[in-house]
């Protein structure tokens, strides 16, 4: 069954509408209410709009759902936008988990279902919205990348490798869509207290495999507990808010937590360098 809930539907013509994937907590929660509060209209999607207490009270608020790995929920999701507030001017890809651990210990089952999440998720949703944007004259796309786009962790290969694709997309999209005026933006977080370190995280296990087990135990428990002291989801909001309120052609927003700082480190470190800072400060067990 379709849940759908709006509120406050008569809206003047010109406000700006944002539909936005991932809006039942952290950085999506938080840019609905940040939106909203500026005078946009919202279209928060979620999986399970039927549990939302909060965005469903607000003015301009939509909510919907949409699982980006359904694309008939993203046409859906589309759809009920348009129909309620006219038109959609951006789009935020912020739905996504983190797949950690071992490469080894991982499988096919679950790097498919990180790809299909973080990658194929974004894209499908970019390609549902492209058609209106052409129309409308132009619009703004928000891929919440991470920091993890352009640097490399331990025991988060896979999702990097998710990451970096979006990135990679995301950049040679933006020459085919700027002669529509469609800007194409990344958001890249540094470290942010959400859910991600805790619902939105899955730990690759395999059963008999402990050759591991000390890295694991060591780098996982320093990252976490360097993600749930992290900068609050409401600081990358507002640099989302920034980047779709910013009609230049830049592409990269690196926002809140530790990203500035450690993305300036690796653009200046040589690869050797950067690497060998990375394991010490995350990999070597302390006496």
């Not at 301009?60 to 999701?77: F, M």
């Not at 080894?104 to 089952?109: D, Q």
């Not at 808010?241 to 530790?258: F, H």
Request: glycine residues 8%; proline residues 4%.
């Amino acid at each position: 069954m379709k849940v759908l809930y709006s509120y406050n539907m008569s809206t003047p013509q010109n406000r700006h509408t944002i539909l936005i994937t991932g809006s039942s907590s952290g950085i999506g929660r938080a840019s609905a209410q940040l939106f909203a509060q500026k005078g946009w209209n919202v279209v928060a999607t979620m999986r399970s709009p039927d549990k939302e207490t909060e965005l469903n009270r607000l003015e301009h608020v939509l909510c919907t759902r949409l699982d980006v790995t359904d694309a008939s929920s993203i046409a859906a999701a589309i759809h009920d936008g348009i129909t309620a507030f006219g038109r959609i001017d951006a789009v935020l890809n912020n739905a996504g988990y983190g797949l950690t651990g071992p490469f080894e210990a991982t499988t096919r089952e679950e790097i498919r279902r990180q790809f299909d999440t973080n990658v194929f998720g974004t894209l499908d949703v970019i390609r549902a919205i492209l058609p209106h944007f052409r129309q409308n004259g132009g619009g703004t796309i928000l891929n919440v990348t991470s920091m993890g786009g352009r640097i490399a962790l331990p025991l988060y290969s896979v999702y990097h490798g998710t990451k970096w694709a979006v990135e990679g997309f995301s950049e040679s999209l933006q020459h085919e869509l700027r002669p529509f005026n469609i800007h194409v933006k990344m958001i890249e977080p540094g470290a942010i207290a959400t859910a991600f370190y805790d619902r939105s995280m899955t730990v690759a296990k395999q059963s008999g495999l402990t050759a591991y087990d000390t890295m694991v135990n060591t780098t996982l428990k320093r990252m976490n507990a360097s993600g749930r002291s992290g900068s609050a989801p409401a600081d990358v909001a507002r640099v989302i808010y920034g980047a779709a309120m910013d009609k230049s052609w830049k592409q990269r927003y690196p926002a809140a937590g530790n990203a500035r700082a450690i993305l300036w480190t690796r653009k200046l470190l040589p690869d050797i360098l950067f690497s060998a800072l990375l394991r010490l400060n995350l990999m070597r067990p302390r006496q």
